[in-house]
């Protein structure tokens, strides 16, 4: 059951994959995320400033410009709190490997998906609201 008090927690989901972006997007919907979905690396910076989200889950391969290139440029317009989450079927290592070398807050498998991906995500969300001391 989703608490109406709450505030929705806004995600965007950038992949290039159509079917990829509304399986997350319906899978997050049901749980009561807020989502925004865009399907090219193109643009994510305009997105992130306008739709102020709380987490951005990107992908990593994309044509004309990588996710963990995305994730530099759009951090400049994003709110002190969003979390940037490179999300790809890559093999692990090189994925952790991308995180830390772009800045990213978080990588998740695109094999991780229903409960186990909103619970991965509510975590990285809960992560972004620590007030430092």
């Not at 990107?58 to 044509?63: G, K, M, R």
């Not at 790809?88 to 409960?115: I, P, T």
């Not at 995500?121 to 992560?127: E, G, K, M, N």
């Amino acid at each position: 059951m989703v608490d109406v008090a709450a505030p929705k927690v806004r995600v965007l989901v950038v992949d290039d994959d159509p079917d990829q972006l509304e399986l997350v997007r319906r899978t997050l919907s049901a749980h009561g995320f807020e989502v925004q979905t865009h399907h090219s690396a193109l643009g994510v910076s305009n997105l992130v400033r306008n739709g102020e989200p709380d987490l951005v889950l990107l992908d990593v391969n994309f044509p004309a410009l990588k996710g963990d290139q995305v994730v530099s440029l759009a951090r400049r317009y994003a709110p002190r709190n969003t979390k940037f989450i490179l999300y790809s079927a890559s093999d692990e290592s090189r994925l952790r490997a991308l995180a830390l070398a772009s800045g990213a807050d978080g990588y998740l498998s695109k094999s991780v998906q229903g409960a186990e991906l909103i619970q991965k995500l509510t975590a990285f969300r809960a992560q972004s609201r620590s007030v430092p001391a």
